[in-house]
């Protein structure tokens, strides 16, 4: 079965997937495509994404491959199926930088995070497919500038309370700390051990603020 893909210039920026083949209504159908679903999560996670293909991903949801093309055109439109239900949590929190202990805050954030990656793991299948995919690269980047643009409004704002060092491009620290936040699953993998995600959230911190300010901000939310 032959699968055209939706242009993104036709599509929502944040869309990962054009039209599905079927959209189950009845429980029995959706029982089987959430299978296909995790099986292709499982598979992909497991074996890789170039590995792994529709037969086989068929036979571990332990429904014959022609169910499979009822559901999706391809091993390419579960992915993005995949990950267009996933897409939020795969990608690094906002920091919020006011009525809270930053660095506490900021710590148990990271931890979050990484938990998740850890848990759900189909972050792994990324690196392989964006290098090759536009769509998906395009999406994950426009995504990716909205976080950014989220934590600049938010540093902006301690800026205006006079939080944060008065001589930072805070655009340019907004990127920072989202490369470092993006850089949590590679540092497991490097380091073979859970991060220090105390220590990650003081680097964070000590970039954005003067310490004695990370005082003042803990102060407020005390108050």
């Known amino acids: 079965m032959i699968y055209e893909v939706t242009m993104m210039t036709e599509m929502d920026e944040t869309q990962l997937i054009g039209s599905l083949p079927i959209i189950p209504k009845q429980a029995r159908a959706h029982e089987k495509r959430d299978a296909l679903l995790k099986s292709g999560r499982t598979l992909f996670i497991e074996k890789g994404y170039d590995q792994t293909n529709a037969k086989e991903i068929a036979q571990h949801a332990g429904v014959a491959t022609g169910t499979f093309y009822r559901y999706?055109?391809?091993?390419?439109?579960?992915?993005?199926?995949?990950?267009?239900?996933?897409?939020?949590?795969?990608?690094?929190?906002?920091?919020?930088?006011?009525?809270?202990?930053?660095?506490e805050y900021l710590s148990s954030l990271l931890e979050d995070h990484f938990n998740r990656l850890k848990e759900k793991g189909i972050h792994r299948v990324l690196p392989e497919l964006l290098h090759r995919d536009p769509e998906l690269a395009k999406v994950l980047v426009n995504a990716k500038r909205n976080i950014v643009a989220r934590i600049h409004q938010g540093l902006e704002k301690a800026k205006e309370q006079g939080f944060t060092w008065e001589d930072l491009n805070l655009e340019t620290v907004s990127w920072t700390v989202m490369s470092i936040l993006e850089k949590l699953p590679e540092m497991y993998t490097e380091?073979?051990?859970?991060?220090?995600?105390?220590?990650?959230?003081?680097?964070?911190?000590?970039?954005?603020?003067?310490?004695?300010?990370?005082?003042v901000i803990s102060n407020l939310k005390n108050n």
């Open 72 to 103: 999706f055109s391809d091993k390419r439109q579960l992915l993005m199926s995949i990950l267009e239900d996933k897409l939020e949590s795969l990608l690094p929190p906002e920091p919020l930088w006011s009525n809270v202990n930053p660095e």
């Open 191 to 215: 380091i073979g051990t859970q991060p220090n995600f105390g220590e990650l959230a003081k680097i964070i911190c000590r970039l954005v603020f003067p310490p004695e300010k990370i005082d």
